[in-house]
């Protein structure tokens, strides 16, 4: 049992004019006999014979309060059923509640209002009534029933019982409400007693309240009491086992106490005293900067007075084993040559020459100039493209040592910074572990999925990072577990991400991007040739002798097995031929084998992709488009169809709403060009046309699909194909403009992937011909778009 929490509305504003009712105007309400004020109140009910504070601050709470006060009369408490409503009406609130007399009122000096009242009677609310500044209702004055009956007796007597014990095993009860649980003389008085003191849910006691039949309600408070009392038991069962607990440990401390004495006194050694010099020691050869070793000093000196079965000797002494084994002053021995530097990526990574150039251009700064701050490089671009192995050959380039932080899936910001050691349990941060591990300051860092950092209600680890990739602040990084400074400008960090905009700005401000496009066929035929045929040779058991795949068949598996902008599914797949050759070589099948294309379909199986441009343009309305995906570029099909009706447009595939936008402004441009679909003038209004782009469970959205609708609509109205061989990308203006747009890079190596030969573009995007690779720009032709009407001459059939 405890007193329940007591609070009603939203405080009042100061300055209310009826903030005192003494000195508030005499302008008394006179009520109908059988009707009384209506006190709304929250989380809080009043039962017949309790006396309880209420706080009132709602206008109209205190009106209905005051013209109590004003007029000597009692006023009715009822419990809202939403506590969240502030203005509530008669729906609002429960039907039944208590009649209660004020007692005293008082006005706080900020301006709140409190009325100690006392219940009385439980009435039911018959209606509310208008035309009053306040509730008011009609009620019906319910009372209580006489306790008669011997089952009512019996429960009486029970439900004392239940009272006085739970009222012994509340710690430090005060006798006077014993006293008061005895001398009740009335069933209906104890139930309603015990209901007010019992720590119960709003809810829960207005179900109380509600229960006119005496007996119900013995029953119903008796159950809710008996719950009470075993909750109190076990609490007490705890508080005993806890104290005998204590008195144990008190015991074990006074005789290690003695045992050490005794140790001492027979001239043995003390294995605690022998483990300080070793800490002592370890401290001094640790090379830690002053205000690192003053610290460590200092908590070495509050571990050699404590007690080794203290709680917290476990913490100090993991404490000074993370501050003892960071390397404070360890160095790495690294000498940039930058010819060495270029032959070891040249050895690791086949094309990415502009990458490549951008990563020596860094290793020469840093030869020149080793004490300069360095930018923060990160690796932007598809799965499977070589960034985390690009730093580990800058790792092998600069001899330093490398270590790789994962930030996918990370959503509290202790991960980066460590957490209080006062946490059980309490670790330092990503960084600082890594640094351990890699036992030198000067290591290569690889923060690697920086796009996939979440954010929870523990912290954002992105905003935890930019001290960390700050030049100018990472020289005094502070760890929460540590909470002394450890100097990281020394370290080299390397960022990598598949989606640039899903880094947060001021992260990515204090990076310097550098993107790393998809590859193409023949760059994944010769990185499959020097390095993917040969790592999986190794990783199957097999030498070069027993097996061989021959450039037929690694083509093979790259146009119809494989479509992505990297090279795992590649490798993946050459795995696949390579465990089956290994099979049938233990087997005893064959000997050795040099594994071409006819050999592909038992083994992987059908072509999983096949190239159906010409197929799906084989008819009007439908036009390849480009686009751009997080892991590359892909190419998508519009199509349309129209089917009687009355000119609706409608959209399907799954299209977000820039997407539906472009569609609408490719009719919309239709319709005001009618020279475009011939002589004859449409009927727009005699069909519907459909747009739809096919794989319709991926969600697609972006402007760069303007041309392509235009040109199915155009294809559609004037039933001619456009040309197999041919995709676009590029976004329209309602005038015929044709307008850029991004991911020209993925786009085009996606299309030349699908087999396409041309490639049409909008004519703003010439700025970003350069970045293409040159093997995709020799196989391709392109189209500049100044207008639509360039699309239309260079598409249609």
């Not at 990185?527 to 790592?535: D, F, H, T």
């Amino acid at each position: 049992m405890a007193i329940s929490t007591l609070n009603d509305t939203t405080p009042s504003a100061n300055g209310d004019p009826a903030a005192n009712p003494a000195k508030a105007p005499e302008n008394t309400l006179a009520l109908p006999e059988d009707a009384i004020a209506i006190v709304p109140v929250r989380n809080l009910v009043l039962f017949p014979g309790a006396v309880l504070p209420i706080t009132v601050g709602r206008p109209r709470t205190i009106a209905a309060a005051q013209n109590a006060v004003r007029s000597e009369k009692p006023f009715g408490v009822v419990l809202q059923r939403d506590e969240t409503v502030d203005e509530p009406t008669g729906l609002d609130l429960h039907r039944v509640g208590t009649v209660g007399g004020v007692l005293r009122y008082l006005t706080a000096p900020d301006g709140t209002h409190h009325v100690v009242t006392q219940g009385q009677q439980r009435f039911r609310v018959l209606e509310y009534l208008d035309g009053y500044p306040f509730l008011v209702a009609r009620v019906q004055m319910m009372p209580e029933p006489e306790a008669t009956d011997t089952e009512i007796q019996a429960r009486f007597y029970n439900l004392r019982q239940q009272a006085v014990e739970a009222v012994q095993l509340l710690p430090q009860a005060p006798q006077e409400l014993l006293a008061a649980v005895q001398n009740i003389p009335t069933a209906s008085a104890l139930a309603d007693m015990v209901a007010s003191y019992m720590d119960l849910k709003p809810e829960e006691k207005q179900e109380v309240l509600e229960t006119f039949d005496l007996a119900r309600r013995l029953e119903k408070v008796g159950n809710l009491l008996a719950h009470r009392i075993e909750v109190l038991r076990l609490s007490r069962r705890i508080s005993e086992q806890t104290k005998e607990t204590m008195d144990e440990r008190q015991r074990e401390y006074v005789l290690r106490e003695q045992l050490r004495t005794i140790q001492k006194e027979l001239g043995e050694t003390d294995a605690k005293q022998v483990e300080i010099q070793e800490l002592t020691e370890a401290i001094a050869k640790a090379g830690m900067p002053p205000e690192v070793e003053t610290q460590a000093t200092k908590e070495l000196r509050r571990l050699e007075r404590m007690p080794e079965a203290a709680g917290e000797y476990g913490m100090i002494r993991t404490y000074l084993d993370w501050l003892i084994e960071l390397p404070w002053s360890k160095l790495s021995d690294t000498s940039i040559d930058i010819a060495a530097a270029r032959r070891i990526l040249d050895e690791d990574h086949y094309g990415l020459e502009k990458v490549k150039r951008r990563i020596l251009e860094f290793l020469a700064v840093r030869k020149l100039n080793p004490e300069g701050r360095s930018p923060i490089l990160c690796f932007v671009g598809p799965p499977g493209v070589g960034k985390t192995s690009l730093g580990q050959s800058i790792a092998r380039a600069t001899e330093r040592a490398f270590v790789r932080v994962s930030l996918g899936g990370l959503h509290d910001e202790a991960e980066i910074r460590g957490h209080r050691r006062t946490y059980v349990g309490a670790l330092p941060g990503t960084v600082i572990q890594s640094l351990r591990k890699a036992g030198t300051r000067n290591p290569v860092m690889m923060l690697d999925e920086m796009d996939k950092l979440g954010q929870g209600f523990h912290g954002d680890p992105s905003a935890a990072l930019l001290e960390v990739l700050d030049p100018e602040q990472n020289g005094t990084f502070r760890d929460n577990y540590l909470g002394v400074p450890f100097d990281l400008s020394r370290v080299m960090f390397i960022a990598t991400a598949n989606v640039l905009e899903n880094i947060p700005g001021p992260l990515r401000d204090r990076m310097e991007v550098i993107d790393l496009p998809g590859y193409t066929e023949e760059e994944k035929l010769e990185i499959a040739k020097r390095y993917l045929v040969r790592r999986q040779l190794e990783a199957n058991g097999l030498t070069a002798e027993q097996a061989g795949i021959t450039d037929e068949a690694i083509r093979e598996i790259i146009r119809f097995y494989t479509r992505e902008a990297g090279n795992r599914n590649l490798e993946r797949l050459i795995g696949g031929v390579f465990r089956n050759v290994a099979m049938r070589i233990a087997e005893g099948t064959i000997s050795s084998i040099i594994v071409e294309p006819g050999h592909l379909p038992e083994i992987l199986g059908p072509h999983r992709f096949e190239s159906e441009t010409a197929m799906r343009t084989s008819v009007p309305g439908v036009a390849t488009g480009l686009a751009w995906t997080p892991v590359g570029g892909d190419i998508l099909f519009i199509e349309a169809t129209r089917t009687p009706g009355n000119g609706r447009l409608i959209l399907t595939g799954q299209l977000g709403d820039v997407m539906k936008e472009s569609a609408q402004a490719a009719l919309s441009l239709v319709k005001s060009r009618p020279e475009v679909v011939g002589p004859e003038p449409v009927e727009f209004d005699k069909f519907d046309i459909h747009v739809h782009v096919p794989a319709g469970a991926i969600p697609k959205d972006g402007p760069s699909a303007g041309v392509a609708m235009f040109m199915a609509l155009v294809s559609l109205l004037t039933g001619r194909t456009i040309r197999s061989d041919i995709a676009m990308t590029g976004e329209i203006s309602l005038r015929g403009l044709v307008l850029p747009v991004g991911g020209i890079k993925e786009k085009v190596l996606a299309a030349q992937r699908a087999g396409i030969t041309t490639v049409m573009l909008p004519a703003r995007n010439r700025r970003d011909y350069e970045e293409i690779p040159e093997a995709a720009r020799d196989a391709l032709e392109f189209v500049w778009l100044e207008r639509v009407d360039d699309a239309i001459a260079a598409a249609l059939t």
